[in-house]
């Protein structure tokens, strides 16, 4: 089973929105909450746990922040558990030190616990290019894209080595917008940012259904 956690994000709803907007063969796989934490928090939905999905940040929206759920996804992981981060969810847990060590590259907020220069997102259009150089199973199965002026996530905190499967240049510079980072228990964290305005996106949605998929038939 795949279970799938979301916040509203600003009442913008990406997390759900990526969720209708899936093929019904994989969405009867899925067990999607939003705003509600209450299995996460409170059922030991690790134990059957094909991918963990993630679309939210941690103590926003009106939410409140989902303390007792980091000792299922700490177990989780080191089962060895993959897990899909969307849009801003390396933020997920960001009061926890063992998960802003885990993810690799991490979205700082103001409040940041380690005193970290915040990351910023302009909104501006952009196109998002697959790095074909890179070595990793799911550079096959992603397509570049365009989208219209939306959230661009830049100048994210790197701190775990990771590889950069796709990036956007802008303005600003060139940035990753999707990275994969293996977890030392021999699962992965895969990083996938583009998706605020535009998240039901047909090629969004292509490149994240790809992503599900590639990652449980590896």
């Known amino acids: 089973m795949i279970y799938f956690f979301a916040d509203n994000h600003y009442g ?3 997390g759900k929105c990526i969720f209708e907007a899936l093929a019904p063969e994989l969405k009867r796989k899925i067990l999607f909450f939003e705003d509600d934490w209450s299995v996460f ?3 030991l939905w690790e134990e059957d746990c094909e991918l963990l999905i993630l679309n939210m940040i941690g103590e926003t929206c009106d939410v409140s922040y989902p303390e007792r759920a980091i000792g299922h996804v700490e177990r989780y992981i080191k089962q060895g558990g993959d897990v899909l981060l969307l ?3 390396s933020a997920a847990f960001w009061k926890s030190s ?7 590259f ?7 616990p380690n005193n970290g220069k915040p990351s910023t997102h302009p909104i501006v259009p952009f196109n998002v290019k697959t790095n074909k150089t890179a070595k990793h199973p799911l550079v096959s199965v992603l397509k ?8 661009v996530y830049i100048n994210l905190e790197q701190n775990r080595d990771g590889i950069v499967l796709m990036e956007t240049t802008i303005a600003e510079g060139t940035f990753p917008q999707c990275m994969a980072v293996s977890s030392e228990f021999g699962g ?6 583009p998706g605020h305005k535009y998240a039901s996106a047909p090629e969004c949605v292509a490149n994240i259904s790809a992503i599900i998929l590639k990652m449980l038939n590896k």
């Open 188 to 193: 992965e964290l895969i990083h996938f940012l």
């Open 41 to 43: 928090e409170n059922e």
């Open 106 to 112: 991490r979205w700082v907020r103001p409040n940041d």
């Open 87 to 89: 849009h801003g969810s």
């Open 12 to 14: 913008a709803h990406p």
């Open 98 to 104: 063992w998960w802003r060590k885990l993810v690799g």
């Open 144 to 151: 570049d894209f365009s989208l219209p002026a939306d959230e």
